[in-house]
């Protein structure tokens, strides 16, 4: 079964770190998991007057702004977490990297963490550094361009979308999926989108293409899903970001669950449909 005994949340003080505590919160009290909030301060260059300190460079400065970090990451969300098994910390460095790294040795099982768009435009952004953690990290992130919206008893996911392109990393998308769903008793959806273009087949010879595409990809995906339970299985052609969106919509989806690796495939690491259908949905992402 799925087990989630550590839950990491980036915070920068900002609404969607409250956003983001809270719903990994409600994740790890399910789980029975410890919460990790972790601040990040970059690094600062060599400054006049600093003093070398174990060999790295500091100045008061800096100083007063990591006891000030630790101070306010103290109190973050305090009363709210009483009673919850946290672990808070301060580190320097390059944000994604420290959060990657400290994930990879401590054996994180999810990280949590909003994107940064805004207003009418957030469909179109994606924070540079939670970009780069969703190429690096190893562990399932969790992220959303809604966080701050985001209903906290939709945490206890009632509809679940899992999304697969068939690459190498479907078969663990869906195990963790299944899993999941498994945990919560929700009710599991199974996607499949073609690009179009990505077919030997065109309109304009065979009209019946896509009908022929969709249903060779549905078989493929059944055989997959062979010993999970799935309320629906979709295979569409289409935009995949508006296919999933779309699918996650109509089910009243509470997640969409994705696969990511470094190989090829239409949700790798860098390719574009994977950030898009982050950008695009309704609900929080997990990359897997």
Known sequence: MLSLTKILVPVDFSDRSVAAVRYARNLACHFHGELILMHVLPSIPYEMGGFEFGGVVMTDGFQDRVAEARA????????????????????????ARQ???????????????????????????????????????????????????????????????????MGPQSSKALTWADQL??????ELVLVHATPLGESHFDDAFDPEWRT????????????????????????????????????????????????????????????ANAYAIIRQSPCPVVSV
């Open 72 to 95: 306010e990451l103290d109190q973050f969300l305090g009363a709210e977490l009483i009673g919850h098994k946290v672990c808070r910390m301060v580190l320097e460095g390059d944000p």
């Open 99 to 165: 959060i990657v790294d400290y994930a990879h040795k401590s054996d994180v099982n999810l990280i949590v963490m909003p994107t940064r768009g805004y207003g009418p435009f957030r469909r179109f952004l994606l924070g540079s550094v939670t970009a780069k953690v969703l190429h690096d990290a190893d562990c399932p992130v969790l992220t959303s361009v809604h966080m701050e919206e985001a209903d906290l008893e939709a945490v206890r996911p009632t509809k679940i979308v899992c999304a697969l392109d």
């Open 181 to 186: 769903a498994q945990g919560f008793h929700a």
């Open 212 to 271: 022929t595409v969709e249903g060779r990809m549905r078989e493929k995906l059944s055989e997959l899903a062979a010993g999970v339970h799935a309320a629906a299985i979709i295979t569409e052609s289409g935009n995949p970001a508006d296919v999933v969106a779309e699918t996650a919509e109509r089910f009243e989806a509470n997640l969409v669950v994705i696969g990511r690796s470094e190989a090829g495939g239409m949700f790798g690491r860098l390719r």
